[in-house]
């Protein structure tokens, strides 16, 4: 396939073989389309590897956070509990939506806390807003000792976004979305590898190998759950309702 942006005639046309295909550049077919080339590009520019939060790595495209942001907000979980830390810019993240909204706590899991990423987040300001477990997010120590900071009545949100291979991210579904409150979510992040296999940095299993296909399976056996990705609190657009996202599919709701 083929894009050729023309902006003298603002289109966008796409070849394939010997069809041509043409979309005006204020439609959600233009922008879809030059949406999933800039996610590539980002990828293979490391776009990504160029934010903080208050002072600490995210690592995280900032649409993503910002829609789930918007989701805390209109869920306000008691505790947000997040697999994979890496440099803790995402734990700070949440604990700083916390503090502004008055209430709720971060629980932080990673099966390796590096030293100087753990002094860096214990000494953040925030810090009061988040306990770090280490060790592997699906051993049962872990999600026991987990299931013990949690009250009964205390609304829950889960992000996965530790280990990414299929079977990793259908453990960790199995194992959290029984904390998942109704009307709150368990986001399996990173679901974009199945369309990045081939680009710098990936593997060829990736096709497959990836959160979105855990999220598939998990579905077949789990009738708690919708693939639910949360509508906009705020909508102008006359042609967008989805988001740009490295997350497709990761949204899942407990009805």
């Known amino acids: 396939m083929k894009i050729e942006i ?56 900032p649409e993503d956070m910002i829609r789930v942001q918007e989701v805390i907000y209109r869920v306000k979980p008691d505790v947000v509990i997040e697999t994979g830390i890496a440099h803790g810019g995402s734990l700070i993240f949440y604990a700083s939506l916390f503090k502004a909204m008055g209430h709720g706590r971060v629980i932080g899991i990673d099966v390796e806390i590096r030293p100087h990423n753990r002094k860096a987040i214990e000494e953040h300001e925030l810090f009061e807003y988040i306990t770090l477990i280490e060790g592997s997010s699906i051993d049962e120590a872990v999600v026991n000792q987990v299931k013990s900071l949690i009250e009964p009545t205390e609304k829950v949100f889960v992000m996965l976004d530790s280990n990414h291979t299929k079977e990793h991210v259908l453990a960790e579904l199995e194992k959290y979305a029984p904390l998942v409150s109704s009307g709150s979510y368990i986001v399996a992040a990173d679901g974009i590898m199945k369309d990045l296999a081939g680009a710098p940095r990936t593997k060829p299993d990736w096709t497959w190998n990836n959160p979105y296909e855990a999220t598939q399976d998990f579905l077949k056996e789990n009738t708690k759950f919708v693939q639910e990705e949360p509508t906009w609190s705020f909508n102008e657009s006359n042609n ?16």
Do not use: H, M
């Open 6 to 61: 023309d902006l003298s005639n603002d289109q966008i046309l796409v070849k394939n073989e010997a069809e041509v295909s043409e979309f005006p550049l204020n439609s959600a077919e233009a922008f879809k389309l030059l949406s999933q080339v800039w996610l590539r590009c980002g990828w293979d520019t490391k776009y990504v590897y160029t934010f903080s939060w208050l002072g600490r790595p995210i690592i995280q495209l």
């Open 240 to 255: 967008l309702t989805s988001n740009v996202t490295y997350w497709p599919g990761a949204w899942l709701k407990r009805l």
